[in-house]
Every structure is written in structure tokens, then in C-alpha cells.
């Protein structure tokens, strides 16, 4: 018996046998067929947000960032989306982008622990200590007891709180 193997020719087949790539872990697979399925339909907004996820785990960050970012244009009411865009302009050294994204999620998901803490490291990083402090209390607060911040949260918290608030001395005192 033979059989003939047809190349997929819709967007949907391209997404069935990315997701068949994904399963074998074969991710260069998957991103292929995301490609070509995202050629043939662009505005799949679930599509894009695979795709830069795929991307990012192969630490493709230009294009992991350009995926998630079109997601995101194409489901702007997605806090997950909006927090892994974040995350990509964060590694990728554009703070300004990813604290812009992190705020976005925040919006859509305000009691979004890990939006929070995300966004916390961000303007830590970019030097507005007094605004990471703010972001990382309300991290604190909205889950006290998660496994994803230090143990040694509280402490960090108090570090800051003192740091950021601390005042130079006046010109000629001790």
C-alpha cells in the first residue's frame, strides 16, 4: 500500500500539526507550521501568542517580542498575553516596553500577583525604587505565602522601603 502525505494548505491544518511538532517537543517543527499558518490567517491572535512563546523558549528574542507584540494588537483584552510580552521586552533590554506591557496586564488582571512582582523588577532595574517598592508590597499583598517570590521577601521589602526613602544628609552635617 502506498500513501501520500499532503502538505497542509489551510491555516488550521498548519496549527494541527504545529501542535503535533509540540508534542514531540520538536519546537523548530511547530514554529514552522505557526509561520506558515500566520501567513495564510495573521489576525489568529492565539497563533502569534504560540508562536512567540515558541520563539522565546529558543531564545529568539526579536521575534519571540514581535509575535507576542502582534498578540497582543490583535487581543488587547488578554492579561497572559500582555504579561509574556512584558517578560520578552524585559529580557530583551527594553524596559520602558516591558514596563508598558506589565501596566497592561495589570489593568486587565489588577489582582495579578506575578503582574505585580514583574512589574516591581522592572522599574527596580530601570531605578524608580519608590514605584518598584509600591509594586512589589502589592505583590506581597495579594499573595503572601506564593513559592514564586523569595522567601526573604519581607526582608527585600523593608531593604527598599529604607532605601528609598532615605534622604541625603545636608551639606556640612556629620
Same mark, same amino acid.
Given at each position: 500500500?502506498?500513501?501520500?502525505?499532503?502538505?497542509?494548505?489551510? !491555516?488550521?491544518?498548519?496549527?494541527?500539526?504545529?501542535?503535533?511538532?509540540?508534542?514531540?517537543?520538536?519546537?523548530?517543527?511547530?514554529?514552522?507550521?505557526?509561520?506558515? !499558518?500566520?501567513?495564510?490567517?495573521?489576525?489568529?491572535?492565539?497563533?502569534?501568542?504560540?508562536?512567540?512563546?515558541?520563539?522565546?523558549?529558543?531564545?529568539? %528574542?526579536?521575534?519571540?517580542?514581535?509575535?507576542?507584540?502582534?498578540? !497582543?494588537?490583535?487581543?488587547?483584552?488578554?492579561?497572559?498575553?500582555?504579561?509574556?510580552?512584558?517578560?520578552?521586552?524585559?529580557?530583551?533590554?527594553?524596559?520602558?516596553?516591558?514596563?508598558?506591557?506589565?501596566?497592561?496586564?495589570? +489593568?486587565?488582571?489588577?489582582?495579578?500577583?506575578?503582574?505585580?512582582?514583574?512589574?516591581?523588577?522592572?522599574?527596580?532595574?530601570?531605578?524608580?525604587? %519608590?514605584?518598584?517598592?509600591?509594586?512589589? +508590597?502589592?505583590?506581597?499583598?495579594?499573595?503572601?505565602?506564593?513559592?514564586?517570590? #523569595?522567601?526573604?521577601? #519581607?526582608?527585600?521589602?523593608?531593604?527598599?522601603?529604607?532605601?528609598?526613602?532615605? +534622604?541625603?544628609? #545636608?551639606?556640612?552635617? #556629620?
Amino acid at each position: 500500500v502506498f500513501l501520500l502525505e499532503f502538505a497542509p494548505a489551510t !491555516a488550521p491544518e498548519h496549527i494541527a500539526r504545529g501542535r503535533e511538532f509540540e508534542q514531540k517537543h520538536d519546537l523548530r517543527g511547530a514554529i514552522a507550521e505557526y509561520r506558515q !499558518a500566520l501567513a495564510i490567517s495573521p489576525k489568529d491572535a492565539e497563533t502569534q501568542y504560540k508562536l512567540g512563546m515558541l520563539l522565546y523558549a529558543q531564545g529568539e %528574542l526579536p521575534g519571540a517580542v514581535e509575535a507576542l507584540a502582534a498578540a !497582543a494588537r490583535l487581543a488587547p483584552d488578554r492579561p497572559d498575553i500582555a504579561l509574556k510580552l512584558g517578560l520578552a521586552r524585559y529580557v530583551s533590554g527594553d524596559l520602558d516596553g516591558s514596563i508598558a506591557a506589565y501596566r497592561q496586564a495589570i +489593568r486587565l488582571r489588577p489582582n495579578d500577583a506575578e503582574a505585580h512582582n514583574a512589574l516591581g523588577d522592572a522599574l527596580l532595574k530601570k531605578g524608580d525604587r %519608590l514605584a518598584a517598592l509600591e509594586e512589589y +508590597r502589592r505583590a506581597f499583598e495579594l499573595a503572601p505565602n506564593s513559592s514564586t517570590f #523569595p522567601a526573604a521577601y #519581607p526582608q527585600i521589602l523593608q531593604e527598599l522601603r529604607r532605601s528609598a526613602t532615605a +534622604r541625603p544628609a #545636608p551639606p556640612g552635617s #556629620p
